[in-house]
């Protein structure tokens, strides 16, 4: 039973566009969210979260949006650049567990081409 | 990265074969976890520990054994490596804040 979802496996954009990276979670539980980045060969890297009790957070070119409601959360990076391409890993908390107890999603692939 | 050191990087092991994979925080935090990371599978969460001598099992525990002795360290054992465990293990620490902070991994192949 996976309980974050990352349904798209890869994603490619051009340099300049938006990059919009889609997550989905089924534990009504869940009160925190994070976006991690990983880069071959290295441990992923914390990006970006959002409490529950949000429906957005920004940090520079990095926004992600939580639907609460839809159980859906979206991370925007604007611009994209070249150095963006890696795997993207949405990550969940559960409320009555550890504060760092996280569950993971498969990941998303962001390819940003030149 | 920084503050937490994974040990090998790189191990081939026979199958039947044990090993530990070792892992140091140097940030005083209470929690520390093991990862596995897979093709298509993400990343599942193998055991955790929430401080010196407290450990509780992941989501894929089965073939591995964790202690915490320290707040600092904490191993990771396979007993009797099989093939179905190669994989890039992942050590994890968290505390004082909101997220987690990764090691740089270890890759493991079990032939």
């Known amino acids: 039973d996976q309980q974050v979802k990352q349904n798209s496996p890869s994603l490619s954009v051009q340099e300049g566009r938006i990059s919009i990276l889609n997550c989905d979670y089924t534990?009504?539980?869940?009160?925190?969210f994070l976006w991690y980045k990983k880069y071959p060969a290295e441990g992923p890297t914390f990006l970006i979260s959002?409490?529950?009790?949000?429906d957005k957070n920004e940090d520079g070119r990095f926004t992600v949006f939580l639907n609460k409601s839809a159980k859906h959360l979206s991370l925007h990076i604007v611009p994209s650049q070249p150095g963006d391409s890696a795997v993207y890993f949405c990550?969940?908390?559960?409320?009555?567990?550890?504060?760092?107890?996280?569950?993971f999603g498969k990941g998303t692939l962001l390819t940003v081409n030149p | 990265n920084a503050g937490v050191t994974q040990t090998p990087k790189f191990q081939v092991l026979k199958t039947g074969q044990s090993m530990t994979l070792q892992c140091a925080q140097d940030?005083?935090?209470?929690?520390m976890s093991w990862y596995r990371q897979d093709p298509g599978m993400g990343l599942r969460l193998i055991h955790y520990?929430?401080?010196?001598?407290?450990?509780d099992q992941g989501e894929v525990p089965n073939g591995y054994n964790v202690s915490r002795s320290t707040t600092e360290d904490f191993p990771l054992r396979l007993l009797s490596a099989a093939p179905s465990q190669t994989s890039v293990y992942f050590c994890?620490?968290?505390?004082?804040?909101?997220?987690?902070?990764f090691g740089e991994g270890s890759w493991l192949t079990v032939v």
């Open positions: 990550a969940a908390r559960d409320s009555g567990g550890s504060n760092y107890k996280l569950t």
């Open positions: 534990n009504s539980m869940f009160d925190y």
């Open positions: 959002i409490s529950s009790i949000k």
């Open positions: 940030m005083n935090h209470e929690y």
């Open positions: 520990s929430v401080g010196a001598g407290i450990t």
């Open positions: 994890v620490s968290g505390g004082g804040g909101n997220t987690i902070y």
